[in-house]
Nanobody, 115 residues
Framework: QVQLVESGGGLVQPGGSLRLSCAASGFTFSTYAMSWYRQAPGKEREFVAAFTSTGYTNYADSVKGRFTISRDNAKNTVYLQMNSLKPEDTAVYYC?????????WGQGTQVTVSS
C-alpha cells in the first residue's frame, strides 16, 4: 500500500524556519521524482520544489533562495527546508511522488506564518 506522510508543519513567525518531511512507503522511492506543492486558502495548488530521481532540483521563483529540497533514498524521505518564511508562505504543503504513469499524493501538513 502506497503511503506518503508529511510532517513538520506548524505555526512560525515571519523570518522563521521550518523543515517539512515526507516519509514514503509502498513503492520504489529512489526511482520516483519527489515534489512539494502547496495550497493556500481560496487558491489553486501550486508547485514549490522538485527533486528528480537523477538529482535535478527545481524551485518556484517565489521560494528560490529560501527553500531547499533534499531527499534521503536510504530513508525513503524527502525534505523541504524553509527559511526566511513570509506570511504568503502560509498554506497546506503536499508531497507528491511521480514516475509515469504513477502519481501519489500525501494528505498535507499545515504551515502558518504569522506574528
Amino acid at each position: 500500500q502506497v503511503q506518503l506522510v508529511e510532517s513538520g508543519g506548524g505555526l512560525v513567525q515571519p523570518g522563521g524556519s521550518l523543515r517539512l518531511s515526507c516519509a514514503a512507503s509502498g513503492f520504489t522511492f529512489s526511482t520516483y521524482a519527489m515534489s512539494w506543492y502547496r495550497q493556500a486558502p481560496g487558491k489553486e495548488r501550486e508547485f514549490v520544489a522538485a527533486f528528480t530521481s537523477t538529482g535535478y532540483t527545481n524551485y518556484a521563483d517565489s521560494v528560490k533562495g529560501r527553500f531547499t529540497i533534499s531527499r534521503d533514498n536510504a530513508k525513503n524521505t524527502v525534505y523541504l527546508q524553509m527559511n526566511s518564511l513570509k506570511p504568503e508562505d502560509t498554506a497546506v504543503y503536499y508531497c507528491r511522488a511521480r514516475s509515469w504513469p504513477n502519481e501519489y499524493w500525501g494528505q498535507g501538513t499545515q504551515v502558518t506564518v504569522s506574528s
